[in-house]
């Protein structure tokens, strides 16, 4: 069973807009979420993230929410540049885990 | 600091051929993780290790072993080669922080046929 879920498998956006990526978990366990962007042919790099005792974090242009009701995050990117082009991952720690659990990825494309 | 380096970046096997991938890092992480990535199925871990001497397995351990002889360094091995191991490996590592954030390596393209 998917623990953590990234049901669109991808998103395109114009250039100057706001990409609004979605995941969204089952465990109630889960305390720590993150955000990993992926180029091909290269590791993924972590981006932002963002701890259950919070609703939201902002880096840049790159905000992340999180509705533990709801069991949701986003992340908003505002404004998308085309070199945010890229697969995005949504991972989730519980506490005292050492292990991340990764959702599939979305491929967000950003046109020019 | 190089990071997390992976040799090799590619390689072909026949079925039933043996072959190591290497994970190195020089960040004196503690905990060093192996995991596969296959389209549409984002990343699976296959084994990890929460430092020098232990290992513990993933979601996906069947077909795989791992070894971490070195801190800095974590081997995974595939015995007997299988088409359903085609796919790109990443090592990633991580200090003992509550929020492990994972440094990932380049990847491993693998073809097995």
């Known amino acids: 069973d998917q623990q953590v879920k990234q049901n669109s498998p991808s998103l395109s956006v114009q250039e100057g807009r706001i990409s609004i990526l979605n995941c969204d978990y089952t465990?109630?366990?889960?305390?720590?979420f993150l955000w990993y962007k992926k180029y091909p042919a290269e590791g993924p790099t972590f981006l932002i993230s963002?701890?259950?005792?919070?609703d939201k974090n902002e880096d840049g242009r790159f905000t992340v929410f999180l509705n533990k009701s709801a069991k949701h995050l986003s992340l908003h990117i505002v404004p998308s540049q085309p070199g945010d082009s890229a697969v995005y991952f949504c991972?989730?720690?519980?506490?005292?885990?050492?292990?991340?659990?990764f959702g599939k990825g979305m491929k967000l494309t950003v046109n020019p | 600091n190089a990071g997390v380096t992976q040799t090799p970046k590619f390689r072909v096997l026949k079925t039933g051929q043996s072959m190591t991938l290497l994970c190195a890092q020089d960040?004196?992480?503690?905990?060093m993780y192996w995991y596969r990535q296959d389209p549409g199925m984002g990343l699976r871990l296959i084994h990890y290790?929460?430092?020098?001497?232990?290992?513990a397995k993933g979601e996906v351990p069947d077909g795989y072993n791992v070894s971490r002889l070195k801190k800095q360094n974590f081997l995974l091995g595939l015995e007997s080669a299988a088409p359903s191991q085609t796919s790109v490996y990443f090592c990633?590592?991580?200090?003992?922080?509550?929020?492990?954030?994972?440094?990932f390596g380049p990847g491993t393209r693998l073809t097995v046929l």
């Open positions: 990633a590592s991580t200090q003992v922080d509550p929020t492990n954030e994972q440094f």
């Open positions: 290790s929460v430092g020098e001497g232990t290992t």
């Open positions: 960040m004196n992480h503690e905990y």
């Open positions: 991972a989730a720690l519980q506490g005292g885990s050492e292990k991340l659990v």
């Open positions: 963002i701890s259950s005792i919070k």
């Open positions: 465990n109630s366990m889960f305390d720590y």
